[in-house]
Nanobody, 130 residues
């Protein structure tokens, strides 16, 4: 069974940092682009960041560029999202996602209502207080 298990969410003050982890199993890690979408109540789903472990290419939403850093550890089949300088606008449920053959250079995760994701995690809540 395919699993994407998120961890690292929590409550943090504005300006603080969190590190999300997504542990993948049940599929060939290097064949997928893996990263996060997020969704806050009343807002549309937003692609945050993803990475291809095969070549290290990355995608970042403009709203997080310069603050978030995604990385991949193939030995652990785990993707990390280091989130710095958090703001209340970052408050959302963050969902790990995996796309077969995904290419972060295509910026498809920035397309509204993008439906190319193959697998989803159950989500982890990030709450940023002002």
């Amino acid at each position: 069974e395919v699993q994407l298990v998120e961890s690292g969410g929590g409550l943090v003050q504005a300006g603080g940092s969190l590190r999300l982890s997504c542990a993948a199993s049940g599929f060939t890690f290097d064949d997928y682009a893996i990263g996060w979408f997020r969704q806050a109540p009343g807002k549309e789903r937003e692609g945050v960041s993803c990475i291809s472990s095969s070549d290290g290419s990355t995608y970042y939403a403009d709203s997080v560029k310069g603050r978030f850093t995604i990385s991949s550890d193939g030995a652990k089949n785990t993707v990390y999202l280091q989130m710095n300088n958090l703001t209340p606008e970052d408050t959302a449920v963050y969902y790990c996602a995996a796309e077969l053959g995904g290419n972060p250079h295509n910026d498809l995760w920035g397309v509204p209502n993008y439906d190319g994701v193959d697998y989803w995690g159950k989500g982890t809540l990030v709450s940023v207080s002002s």
